[in-house]
């Protein structure tokens, strides 16, 4: 282990009280937000109706790309943590995004949840190696754009030009922008804490297969309204997705996202494109309360369980390395 890596601590029992009650208020927060998505989102999709084997398909494809989002997240940190316990507060933060403060709370709920199975600052260090991953996975996939002959030259361009993104990928270069971040934020971790390169590629792996299934659920929804090529329409949910995820005072890059397919779709209407995107919302969120209950009642029955692998391990000291 090196010695600028950070290490996994058993933290106290104020540290243990202070995360429970931050995860009561992520819980409660996140509900809030459910509230207000599943509410707006209604208003948008009550008059549509929608070919329910479709939705069933669209429901499957979300729930495989949450799963394969939580194994992204997880693929970083060492393999000595409870993994569900990491998944499920995946899950959990991910409801967060629909607040007005948008991605702001979702990433901080996201770290502060994951930080009961590691440390803070492993956590913290991990959230920016996630996010280089989903953007490279994104704009990989969105780069298909480029074969749209649909779209003025300079559109496929730059569709093309995202697949530069790759360079994100390679652990020297996370280091020196992470050693580039620290001149204006010093508390940051050095950059010999990043995650190994090994595991910087399974998490680029799982948000490809991520992006993937999430852009397909869209275009399964979208195909069933309007005739569009499917690998274009494809490659344009993830461009759009990549542009909401980097807005991070949108909550869920409601209005980006859908700016970007008709700007992307010349052939499709503001109709279409707001509908079959409140109804992929919508079926987004029905995909993640799924997982969050059902990885919550998972961990109930395990936490009651004397011989859990989470209890027996919280009984000794956790093993130090990230």
């Known amino acids: 282990m090196s010695s600028g890596e950070a290490t996994l601590i058993e933290p106290d029992a104020d540290d243990r009280k202070r995360r429970l009650r931050w995860k009561g208020i992520v819980g409660v927060v996140a509900l809030v937000g459910l509230v207000i998505a599943a509410g707006s989102s209604f208003d948008d999709v009550k008059d549509q109706l929608t070919n329910p084997v479709v939705l069933a398909g669209a429901l499957a494809l979300?729930?495989?790309?949450?799963?394969?989002?939580?194994?992204?997240?997880?693929?970083?940190?060492?393999?000595?943590?409870?993994?569900?316990?990491?998944?499920?507060?995946?899950?959990?933060?991910?409801?967060?995004?629909?607040?007005p403060a948008g991605g702001f709370v979702q990433t901080a709920s996201q770290v502060a949840l994951s930080a009961e199975e590691s440390s803070l600052a492993v956590a913290a260090l991990r959230l920016p190696v996630f996010s280089a991953c989903f953007v490279a996975a994104s704009t990989t996939l969105g780069a298909g754009l480029a074969?749209?002959?649909?779209?003025?030259?300079?559109?496929?361009?730059?569709?093309?030009?995202?697949?530069?993104?790759?360079?994100?990928?390679?652990?020297?270069?996370?280091?020196?922008?992470?050693?580039?971040?620290?001149?204006?934020?010093?508390?940051l971790p050095e950059g010999d804490a990043l995650p190994p390169q090994d595991a910087i590629l399974r998490c680029y792996g799982w948000a490809l297969v991520n992006m993937a299934l999430f852009a397909t659920a869209f275009v399964v929804l979208l195909r069933d309204v309007a005739d569009v090529s499917a690998p274009s329409a494809a490659a344009a949910m993830c461009i759009g997705w990549v542009v909401g995820y980097l807005a991070l005072v949108i909550p869920g890059g409601v209005g980006v996202r859908e700016g970007v397919l008709l700007a992307t779709i010349p052939s499709l209407t503001f109709g279409v494109v707001a509908a079959v995107s409140a109804v992929h919302r919508l079926v987004g969120l029905v995909a993640e309360l799924t997982l969050v209950g059902a990885s919550q009642l998972a961990a109930r029955r395990r936490s009651y369980d004397p011989l859990s692998p989470g209890r027996l391990r919280s009984r000794g000291p956790r093993a130090g390395g990230a």
Request: hydrophobic share 50%.
């Open 147 to 187: 074969f749209d002959g649909d779209l003025p030259t300079w559109g496929r361009v730059a569709a093309g030009a995202g697949i530069a993104s790759l360079l994100l990928l390679d652990r020297k270069v996370l280091r020196w922008l992470l050693q580039l971040a620290r001149r204006f934020v010093k508390r």
């Open 62 to 99: 979300h729930l495989g790309a949450l799963i394969c989002g939580a194994r992204a997240w997880v693929a970083l940190f060492p393999p000595d943590v409870d993994r569900r316990r990491l998944a499920a507060g995946m899950y959990l933060s991910q409801l967060t995004k629909y607040l």
